[in-house]
C-alpha cells in the first residue's frame, strides 16, 4: 500500500537505487500557485551530504514536476513529481545481496516478497521518504495559506538536550562504528477546530499511523502522552475559558477532533540499523554470519527526520482540512 | 469515518442512549463456526458494572447476529452484530446539555457538527467500544484458528504495577472524587513473518493509528518504544541466528512488517476526564461556568481498555492476515 | 464488498430469511430533519404484494432507526436503519436447497463461498436492495433541498409501452408460468454542473456501475447511448446556447462531469429468472436434473426496480454532490 | 479521482501537453518477469499515426519504466511507467484557449476547476489512456500466466459491420469534415468461477463502470444486454449442464459473480466530438460563437478504443483475481 490519504491522496513510488523515486498527488484544489522552487527547499532539508554528520551520499535531488500545472497554477489534476537517482554506489552492497541487515526490512521483505531489491535498501530506503516530502511541501503550502504552520525540533539525542552535546554524541558514536537515536517534536499552530473524525478518522490516529510510519521510529504520543499514566483526571483535564483553554495536556485534540489549540506529536527515532561495528545476522541461506554495514550512512537519523515528520503531519491536517469541507 | 479495515472491514454505529450499538464486518472468510457464545465473552470483560472498580451502569449487553451467519457458519455475507442499550439514564446527563465536559469530545462535537448528542456523551462515548470489540472477537477466533494468540494485561495504573497497589490507587482516587491512567501492553504470539505493506500500510502504522483511535490513548509505542531514544544501535538491533532472533526489541516489526517475533505494543491511556471534583468549563453560549460530572463513571478506564485494544489489534492482524492471502 | 459510496457511504447487509436487512449510512451531513416517515415511502415502493402483478410475500418492511438521530435531527454520527423479516416461507425453498436455479446466483455463491444459504436467495435475494432503497430515501431527500429531483419511469416491458400492453404482457406471461424483461429510465433533474471526477471517479461511470449492480441488470446507457454507434459527430455533438445547450445527446455529462442538463439514464432489466416453467439445471453433487422454481416470485421485476434505480441514482449524486464540496 | 482498482491499483497522471504521461501500479505480484517489450505492444496498438484513419499526431508513446523492477522481475514495490510527450503543437490549440468544444469536456471542466489546460484536451485528452493501457498490459501478462486471454473487436462502425464498409464510412467522414461512432465488444475466455463480489463488487458493476469511463463511451452491456427486454425467462435463462452451461445470455456473470464462462461485454462508443465542420458553442465570456475544430483528430476513435477497453477488463479482471485469493 503506497498511496496515503483520503481527500489529498499521495502515491509514492520508486527505490533507492532504481532510475527515480517519487510520487502522485491526487486531489489537490485547482487555482493554487505551485513551482519547482516551493518544492525544492522542503527536499534540501531532507538531503544527505550537507554536514559531516549525514550520509555522504550526495545527491542534489533536484524535483521535476510532470503534470498537474497549467501556467504556474494546479489544475486539479494529479501532480507527478519525480527525482531522478544520481549518486549510486550500487557495489557498495554487493556484501548484503545475501545478507540481512539486523535492524533493517531484509529479512521481512525476504520472506513477504520472496524477491528484494538489495541496492541501498530498495524500497525500504529512506529515500522512499522524498515523494513524502516533496508531497508535504505541497500541503505545507496549502495550509501556510490558510494560517497553519507545521515546525519541527529535535529535542533529545541520545538523551541529551543541547545543541553541543547533541552533535558531540553524534561524532562519538560515529567514531565508534556505531548510531544513536532521539526524540523529535512537530507542532501545529493555527489549525482550527473540527478537524478529524470519529470513530475511526480521529485525528490522532491519522497522525499516529502517520508518524509511526516513518522508517526508524518507534512511538508516537500527543499532548503529555505517556506520562499521562501517572496522573489524576484533575490534573490532566485542561479547563475552559471564555475563549479557549487554560492548559494544553491534550495535545490540541479532543475525543479525535482538534480543539483550536496547538497540536504537539513527539516521536522516538531508533538509533541508525547500519552500523559499521560487527555485528551476528543470518543470510539467505540460512546460515548464522558475521555483517559490518559498509557505505554511507547516516550515525543519527534524526535531524533528516524532522522534515519527514512535518510533511507527514501536513498531509494529515491538509486532508483533513479537505474531508471538512465537506461538511461545511 | 466509522469504517476500519480493508479485508476484515468493519463499520460501527449507534450511541450511548440511542437504541443499539452494533458492527457491520464485511469480508469475513465463509465456512467458518460462529455463533453468540465466541462474541459474548469479550463482551462481558468489556462490560461495566462487574466491579466496584468499575462503572455501576448495569447492562448485560448481550450480542445478537442479524446476518451472515447460516446453520451455524459464516457465508462470505455481512455479519451484522447488536446490541440494544437498556441501562440509560439520560437525565443523568440533563446538566450537560449545555455545558463542555473538560477532557471530553463535548466541545469538539458541537464545533464539527453544530449539534450533540450530549446523553451519555452520544457516539463519543465508551459504549461505542462494543462494536469494536464484538467484531475483534471474531477476528480473535480467526487468529486462534491460525495459531495466534493475542493477550493484554496492565503494566502500570497511576505509577504502581502490583495489583494490590493499583486497586488502592483506583479506589483513593474514586474516594477523591478523581480518576487515574495507566499503561496496557499488547501481545501477540505466533503470528507469521510477512504481515504489514510498505510503505502506507506498515503493520506498526496500522497498529499505531488503531490504538490512538481507542478514546484516552495519547501514546503508542511498539518493543522499545520510546526508550530507543537513549540507545547505541549495536544494541538496539536484533542480532539474528539460525532459527529467529536473539532479542526483541523491535517488538517483531522490521520496516513495517511482522518478523515471526512476538509483536509488543505498550498504549498510554490517560485518566477518565469524567470527574465529580469541580473543575472550569464553557457552555454552549459561551459563559466559563463550573462543573461536576455527575452520573456513573470508572474512576480507571485502564482494565476495560484492555479487551478494546485485544480486539483492535486482532482486528489489525486479520486484516493483514487477508491482504497477505493475496500475494500467495 | 457490501459498501458503496466515498463520502455518503453505506453499508448493507441481511439475508432474505435472516432475521433482518438493513444499511448503515456514513457521512449524513449533520443538523437534517430526518424521521421514519421520511423514509418508509420509498420502501413501500419497492414492497412487493402490493398488485397481483407482483409476488405475493406480504410483509410491510417498516423501517427501524438506531442511530445517527438526536431530537429528530441528523449529528453526523452513523445512520443504522434496519427491517425485520417477517413473511419468510423457508420451506418453499427446500427444492432448491441442492439444485441451482437457471439465471440466479445459486451456483455462482456455490463456488465462490462452499455454503449457501439458499433460503430465498439469501444475500443474493432482491430483499438486499432494501437497504439501498432505505439510504437513498435518506439521498433523496437531501437532494431535493438542493433543487434536485430523481425519477424513474417504465420504458418498455416485453416490447410494450402502453401501460395496458404492459399489464397484460406481465399477466400473459404469469399465466404462462414465464416472466418478462424490460426497460427502465432514470432522469435527475436540477443538478448543478461540476459533479464527477476526471479520470476514474466519471458521473457516468459511477452510474453505470451503481445501475448495473442492481440484480437483473444487464445494460445500461446515458443520454443516446447505443444509439451513438450509428450517428455522425455533428449529429451527436450538443451545441451551446447563452445559457446552456440546444439537445442533450450527452444526457447531462461531458467527460464525466455533469454539465447542468437533466441527467439521463436507462437500464435493460432482464426476466426474473424465477419461473415456473420446467428447466434443466444441476445439483451441487453434479448431477443434471430438473426445476420448476415454486414460491412466490414476480413475473416481472422491471415496476420494483424503479425505486432502487433512482434509489442508487440518488447515492451516486449525494456523493458526488459531498465530493464537490471539498474543491469549494 | 485518479486511481482505480483495490488490488492491482493504478493511479494515472498527465496532460496531452504536459511532461509526460504514466501510471503508477500498486499491488503487482513479486517475481513476474517484465520489461519494457512487454507493454509497448499494446501502447502501439492504441498510438496514433498508424493509419490514414487515425489522428496524424505521430508519437512513439515509449514506456519507461522507473521503479519496481529489479534484475528483470517484479519486487512487490510500485511499478511506475511513464512515456515522455513528443510531438506537441500545443499552438494548434489557441482557437480552444476561450471556446468550449461541443461534446468536450472543455465547458465541464471549467465549470469544475475554474481553471483549464486547454492544449489538447489537457486531462481529458485521449492520451490519458496511455497510463491504463501501459498498466492493462501488465495485468494482462499476468492473466495470460493464468490462462485467460481479453480480446476485443468492432462489431459495428455508423451501423456497418463489414471491414471495408467500416473504412468507407470513416473516410467518408473525414472528407465531410465529420466522425461516427460504432460498437466495440470485448470478450474474456479462460476466467474461473468466483470473481467478483456481492452486493456492491459486482464484476459486472466493476466492468461497467470501468467501461464507461472510457472517454466516449455511451452504454455497456453485458451478455445478452439491452435485448433482454424483449425476451421470456424461459428463453434467456442458460441452463445447466454437467460441465456447464447449454448457452451464454448472460454473458458469463450471474448474481455479479464469474460462471467460468465467457465474459462478454459491449461498450457503445460516440463519434469523435471534434469535427472540422463549423458548430455553433459558447467562450468562456458567454459569447455565443462559431467553432471548426482544426488540428489532428480521429474522424473514428472506435479503433483505438478496443485496446484502452481490452486493458480495462483485464484490470477489472486482475483486480478481481488477487481479491478471490484472500478467500481461499
Redesign the interface.
Known amino acids: 500500500?503506497?498511496?496515503?490519504g483520503?481527500?489529498f491522496?499521495i502515491?509514492?513510488?520508486?527505490?533507492s537505487h532504481?532510475?527515480?523515486?517519487?510520487v502522485?498527488i491526487?486531489?489537490c484544489?485547482?487555482?493554487m500557485k505551485l513551482a519547482v522552487q516551493d518544492i525544492q527547499p522542503l527536499l534540501d532539508q531532507r538531503r544527505p551530504g550537507t554536514s559531516p554528520l549525514t550520509s555522504s551520499r550526495n545527491e542534489m535531488d533536484r524535483v521535476?514536476?510532470?503534470?498537474?500545472?497549467?501556467e504556474g497554477?494546479?489544475?486539479?489534476?494529479?501532480?507527478?513529481l519525480?527525482v531522478r537517482n544520481e549518486n549510486q554506489n550500487s557495489k557498495d552492497y554487493e556484501e548484503i545481496r545475501e545478507k540481512?541487515r539486523?535492524?533493517?526490512?531484509?529479512?521481512?521483505?525476504q520472506?513477504?516478497?520472496?524477491?528484494?531489491?538489495h541496492r541501498g535498501g530498495?524500497?525500504?530506503s529512506g529515500r522512499?521518504t522524498i515523494g513524502r516530502v516533496a508531497a508535504g511541501a505541497v500541503a505545507l503550502m496549502y495550509l501556510s495559506e490558510h494560517g497553519i504552520t507545521v515546525t519541527g525540533k529535535i529535542l533529545?539525542?541520545?538523551?541529551k538536550s543541547n545543541p553541543d552535546e547533541i552533535e558531540r554524541e553524534i561524532c562519538s558514536?560515529k567514531e565508534a562504528g556505531?548510531?544513536?537515536?532521539?526524540?523529535v517534536e512537530i507542532t501545529a499552530v493555527g489549525c482550527p477546530?473540527?478537524l478529524g473524525?470519529?470513530?475511526?478518522?480521529?485525528l490522532?490516529?491519522?497522525?499516529?499511523?502517520?508518524?509511526?510510519?516513518i522508517?526508524a521510529v518507534?512511538?508516537?504520543?500527543?499532548?503529555?502522552?505517556?506520562?499521562?499514566?501517572?496522573?489524576?483526571?484533575?490534573?490532566?483535564?485542561?479547563?475552559?475559558?471564555?475563549d479557549g483553554f487554560?492548559s494544553n495536556h491534550?495535545?490540541g485534540?479532543?475525543?479525535?477532533?482538534?480543539?483550536?489549540q496547538d497540536i504537539v506529536v513527539r516521536i522516538?527515532?531508533?538509533?541508525?540499523?547500519?552500523?559499521a561495528?560487527i555485528?551476528?545476522?543470518?543470510d539467505i541461506h540460512?546460515?548464522?554470519v558475521e555483517i559490518s554495514v559498509g557505505g554511507r550512512h547516516d550515525p543519527c537519523i534524526v535531524p533528516r527526520i524532522v522534515p519527514v515528520a512535518e510533511a507527514m503531519l501536513a498531509l494529515v491536517l491538509m486532508d483533513c482540512m479537505?474531508?471538512?469541507?465537506?461538511?461545511?
Open positions: 500500500m503506497n498511496s496515503f483520503r481527500n491522496r502515491t509514492s513510488f520508486g527505490e532504481g532510475a527515480a523515486v517519487g502522485i491526487d486531489g484544489p485547482a487555482g521535476e514536476i510532470l503534470s498537474g500545472i497549467f497554477k494546479t489544475t486539479g489534476a494529479p501532480i507527478a519525480i540481512f539486523p535492524g533493517h526490512a531484509d529479512f521481512t521483505y520472506e513477504k516478497y520472496g524477491i528484494r531489491d530498495g524500497r525500504s522512499e533529545l539525542v541520545h538523551g558514536a556505531d548510531s544513536v537515536g532521539g526524540i477546530s473540527g473524525d470519529p470513530v475511526f478518522g480521529k490522532d490516529a491519522l497522525i499516529a499511523g502517520a508518524m509511526m510510519g522508517g518507534k512511538g508516537v504520543e500527543i499532548g503529555d502522552g505517556f506520562a499521562v499514566s501517572g496522573k489524576f483526571g484533575s490534573e490532566n483535564n485542561d479547563p475552559m475559558t471564555r487554560m491534550a495535545g485534540i479532543l475525543g479525535g477532533i482538534s480543539s483550536g522516538a527515532v531508533k538509533p541508525t540499523p547500519s552500523i561495528r555485528q551476528q545476522t543470518r540460512g546460515n548464522v479537505l474531508e471538512q469541507a465537506k461538511r461545511q
